[in-house]
Each structure stands twice: as C-alpha cells, then as structure tokens.
C-alpha cells in the first residue's frame, strides 16, 4: 500500500547535461560526495547491460550475481540471503520502497562492499577514483540494449513512458533517456578504461563464452577458484536458473512498481532480439546515426553472435 501511494513515473531531470530520475537529481549533492572504502568493487553499465546490480538492460543483473557468487565461492545459499537489489546497492537510486535509497544501504554496511550504478563515468563520486576502487563495465550492443530499454520503460513505472516504439529510437539516438546518452556512456568508461584500471566487459563475450568471462572477473578481482566452482557458477549464472531465482528476478518489487506481466524483469536474455523490433528503415536510419556517434570510438560491439 505504501509502495502504491509512493509511486509514480518519475520525470527526468538534468544534472551537468545529463537526464537522471528526479529524485536522483535532487540528491545528487549526496550521491556527489560519497567516499567509498578502497576495498569496495563498483559495477557500471548503461541501463539493461546486465548488471551486477545495475539498474539498466545491460546485463546489470546477471554480473552483479556472478560477482557475488565468486566472491562468496560459489555458495548459491549466501547469495540467496537478500534480493539482489539489498545485496549490491545501487549508488544513486532515490525510490519508492521496498527499493532501498542506495546511500542508505551502503551506511548500513561495512567494505568490501559491492556497489552498482548507471552513472556516466564523469558522474561517478571521485571517491572511487581517489581511492583507486575496482571498477567492472559491461557494456550491451545499442540496439539490443535499447529494446530491452523499452520493455523495462514499459514495465518499471518508475521511469518514464516510454510512449510508441518508434518515437523511442529517437529518444535513445539522442540521449533523452534516463541516464543519458548510451553512446556517451559505453564511450565514456572505454577510454578511461586503461588509464582507470577498469576491466570493461561485453553482454554479447558473456553470452558466448560465460566461462571465460567469469574467469575474466576472477583474475580482475585477484580471486582463485576451482574450475568445479566456476562450472557450478556458471550454471547458477544461467539465464534459465537466474529467471526461476526469486532473490535475483526483482519479482520482490510489487506489482505497482515493477509490473512483470507487461514484460518480465528477466525477459529474453538473448544477442540479436533487436531484428524482432527494428523494421528495415527503422534498423538503416539507425546505423547511419551510429556510424557518427560512434565513428572514432571503434568499441568492437556485436550485434549477433
Ligand atoms: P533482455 O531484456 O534482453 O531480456 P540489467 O540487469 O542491466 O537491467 O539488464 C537486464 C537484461 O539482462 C535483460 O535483457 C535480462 O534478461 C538480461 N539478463 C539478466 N540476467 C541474465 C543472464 N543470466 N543471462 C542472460 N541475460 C540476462
């Protein structure tokens, strides 16, 4: 009832050009002047990239669990002790509850923490710099990234409507979703990536060879684990196995908030669901914008695999 009475979609508002939620633009001062322990890991996506406990189609979800997991060795029950949204805070969120204020979490907890955002990187607490925290990007091609967007828009009645199909690829081309522009972002985080130490993954490495990205993070994380462990986490890791996990499936959210009967949390978990959306002018007028956006940057995406 109270979540009820809480909600409602947020307008965007823009912080140093950047549109966030307005209850995370209006406590940005604070979010701005967290410090983080050294000892603290941060996961970092654009919205649906598969989070480790990121908020964005990224694939937030599905690291945040594989990090979890490694740093737990393997042990399923520990990682089923609380949703993954009070297990990895997520640094800027303002919500209704049950969806923990990320600052408050984080004061409820001592390092090593595991701590999930969506900031753009020029957004990101200098804390984490200063302190030189490990930092893991997982980046999702645009076009995949920006359909599961639109049905977690659809689904989360947090965000913004977001209105027909086609007047949303226009949103997205132009940076005018939550969190801002995907291209600044994936771009962003790319070419700090060697300077800041930050281990930059790809949603579509993850899909093709789970193990080999999972060992990745392992050895970024300076963690040795047997090769029955991984196998084990790769499995609990499995799209199939984290869709049927309640406390990795956001099916803790009520239904005024997230309403996974419009579109589930854990909808597809596919590379590629995009041609199933785009129609053929729609994909064209799209490449010949990415083609500028991202023209110098030379980020190897995939679009299929
Ligand atoms: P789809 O909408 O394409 O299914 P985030 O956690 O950043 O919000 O990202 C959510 C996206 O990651 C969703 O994409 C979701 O299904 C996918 N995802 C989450 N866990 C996954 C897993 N274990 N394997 C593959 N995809 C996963």
Redesign the pocket.
Known sequence: EKARNALCRFPLKNVRGVPLMEPIAQNFEAIWAFCPDPSDLLIA?Y?????LH?????????T??IVDLLLHNGDAEACKRAPTAVRIPFLEIHSPPPIPSGLDLLGTMSPPRVIKTHLPIQLVPEGFWENKCKVIY?A?NAK?NM??YY??DRMNKTQPEPGPWEGYIHKFMKGELGWGSWYDHVKGYWEEKEKRNILYLF?ED??ENPEREIKRIMKYLDLTLSDDVISHIVEL???K???ENPM?NYTFIPKPIFDHSI?P??????VG?WVNHFSASQSQLFDEDYEKQMKKANIPFRTNI
């Open positions: 996506t919205p649906k990239a598969v989070t990121i908020l964005f189609r990224t694939g937030t979800t599905w945040q669990e997982v999702r995949d359909v599961s049905h977690f949603f993850m899909k890791t499995s799209f196995v984290m869709k990795a579109s949390f854990m909808r597809k978990g596919e669901d």
